[in-house]
């Protein structure tokens, strides 16, 4: 598989990474891969080449904070009000319009980014992504409340406890091969490798393939935090309501998201959405089952295309 171009782009006053898979007589507008939340743009690596022999152009962010993009300075923090920035910023560089293909997070963010700018987004494709459980307004202070311990654990200062061994490759492969087990052992590795770098290292470019090298995760430790802003059904339809490119819905038979089926079928329903399952994926149908995931996202984006948009 050849290795995609790597691009840094200057995008809400962050710099954020994008792996290019385009071919080099690419055209038409842009296909822009969305990852979730703690993972990085090369998660697409299964699907993207697949998309780009379609001659498309493709390409996968890594989200601020994550993969090689930079994070936010200090006292800042992650909402979904900044994604859906940084995402209206890279549509503008790319063309000002494009096709979005979001996992999970990546998905609510590009729901939101259809909602507030719809003529920006062409098609719309959220694979296990339509946004968490319906939230009670009561319980919003508690959320903030402990929204802000969580921030004060991360503060403090915390030593090492020396019985705990060091993150390495090897470690990283074994805690995502028992978190997402349909993963198996190639993508875990594949996801560990592209998730971590040597400790301290700031660079940006491949990390050193060391299975034993002390490492660190990718993302900012914030990523470990809950949100304080909790979903809200109520305000999501004003954005729903604004969607106005096709939309497909890409669900695993074994789906694990916390949404229940329930609210899955009325969000298909409110979005007018096409749906498509996936038979054996769980949350990840792009690294579980890249190949039916890819003709599913295909023939979506073609009808898409007969249909002149």
């Known amino acids: 598989m050849a290795s995609p171009a790597s691009i840094f782009v200057e995008a809400n006053r962050l710099r954020l990474h994008l792996v290019d898979w385009s071919r080099e007589d690419a055209r038409g507008e842009p ?5 979730g939340l703690q993972e990085h743009a090369r998660a697409w690596d299964l699907v993207a080449p697949r998309l780009a022999e379609s001659g498309r152009r493709v390409l996968a962010l890594d989200w601020r904070g994550h993969g090689e993009s930079e994070r936010v ?26 096709a979005l293909v979001g ?44 929204w802000i311990e969580e921030l004060d654990s ?34 875990a590795r594949h996801m560990a490798f ?18 034993h090298e002390p490492r ?35 669900e695993g038979t074994r789906s694990w998201i916390s949404a229940t089926p329930v609210e899955i079928d009325a969000r298909v329903r409110e979005l007018g959405a ?9 949350h990840h149908p792009h690294l579980e089952r890249p190949g039916e995931t890819t003709r599913v996202l295909l023939d979506f984006l073609d009808r898409r295309a007969a249909a002149g948009g």
Do not use: K, N
């Open 103 to 146: 996992h999970s997070m990546g998905g609510s963010a590009a729901l939101l980014f259809a909602g507030s700018e719809p003529a920006r987004v062409s098609a719309l494709a959220l694979v296990e992504g339509l946004g968490p459980p319906d939230a009670d307004p009561a319980h919003t202070a508690e959320r903030w409340g402990a």
């Open 154 to 187: 991360l503060a403090a200062p915390r030593e090492r406890d020396p019985s705990r061994p060091a993150t390495t490759l090897a470690s990283a492969t074994r805690r995502l091969e028992e978190r997402f087990p349909l993963w198996g052992p190639e993508v």
């Open 31 to 35: 296909i822009l891969l969305l990852h």
């Open 274 to 282: 096409a749906r498509a399952t996936i038979e054996g994926a769980a």
């Open 73 to 98: 300075g200090r006292g800042g923090y992650y909402h979904f009000a900044d994604y859906v920035a940084d995402l209206a910023f890279v549509v503008r560089l790319l063309g000002g319009r494009a």
């Open 194 to 211: 592209h998730g971590t770098r040597p400790v301290g290292s700031l660079q940006t470019g491949a990390p050193a393939d060391d299975e």
């Open 216 to 250: 660190e995760w990718r993302f900012d430790p914030l990523h470990r935090t809950r949100s304080p802003q909790p979903f809200y059904v109520a305000q999501a339809r004003s954005f729903w309501r604004r969607i106005a490119c096709p939309v497909l819905y890409v």
